[in-house]
């Protein structure tokens, strides 16, 4: 069974950094691209970020390039999202999701985890 | 960038009835197109991908229609448990955008 179980999140003040992480079982990490997808608070699914299985395609919201990077370790089976100057409308739970193929794009998600909150606020 | 505008964005019906929901992009996304479903505090699940392949195990009262701009997301006798937020996806490039989503409930 596959399972995405994301951790890391928390409260932060706004303009400091937190690094989210994804741990990855039940299938070959190294054989698919991974995704990065929020949701604030009562609204909708917004994508973050993706990265192909080897790291070599890599993209971003508009709304979080240049102050997330996404990153993966294929030996650890495991997926991060380093967020820097985090600001109050960054506020969302936090998912990580299995794309179908290795490839960036195209590509739909599933399964998706849990998520992990993190809450920007001074 | 291409958005996703879904319509509407509630909608309340009977159990039985034929739900119809809509989602159109700005500029031509082929097939390239994804359907999920989110029930209340849970994650979202794949319920359509290829505009019209349906995930396996999803009940076959689910269906998808439509390639360029236009597609329709078709609940053909509304259950119970479908009560849920639905969301269109387009993934033909770099930025894989979201709809608004359409909340479903039950009359």
């Known amino acids: 069974e596959v399972q995405l179980v994301e951790s890391g999140g928390g409260l932060v003040q706004p303009g400091r950094s937190l690094r989210l992480s994804c741990a990855a079982s039940g299938f070959t990490f190294d054989d698919y691209a991974m995704h990065w997808v929020r949701q604030a608070p009562g609204k909708g699914l917004e994508w973050v970020s993706g990265i192909s299985w080897n790291s070599g395609s890599i993209g971003y919201a508009d709304s979080v390039k240049g102050r997330f990077t996404i990153s993966r370790d294929n030996a650890k089976n495991s997926l991060y999202l380093q967020m820097n100057s985090l600001r109050a409308e960054d506020t969302a739970l936090y998912y990580c999701?299995?794309?179908?193929?290795?490839?960036?794009?195209?590509?739909?998600?599933?399964?998706w985890g849990q998520g992990t909150l993190v809450t920007v606020s001074s | 960038d291409i958005q996703m505008t879904q319509s509407p964005s509630s909608l309340s019906a009977s159990v039985g009835d034929r739900v119809t929901i809509t989602c159109r992009a700005s500029q031509g996304i082929s097939n390239y197109l994804a359907w999920y479903q989110q029930k209340p505090g849970k994650v979202p699940k794949l319920l359509i991908y290829?505009?019209?392949t349906l995930q396996s195990g999803v009940p076959s009262r689910f269906s998808g229609s439509g390639s360029g701009t236009d597609f329709t997301l078709t609940i053909s006798s509304l259950q119970p448990e479908d009560v849920a937020t639905y969301y269109c996806q387009k993934y033909n490039s770099a930025l894989l955008t979201f709809g608004g989503g359409t909340k479903v409930e039950i009359k």
């Open positions: 999701a299995k794309a179908h193929s290795g490839w960036y794009i195209p590509n739909w998600f599933d399964p």
């Open positions: 290829a505009a019209s």
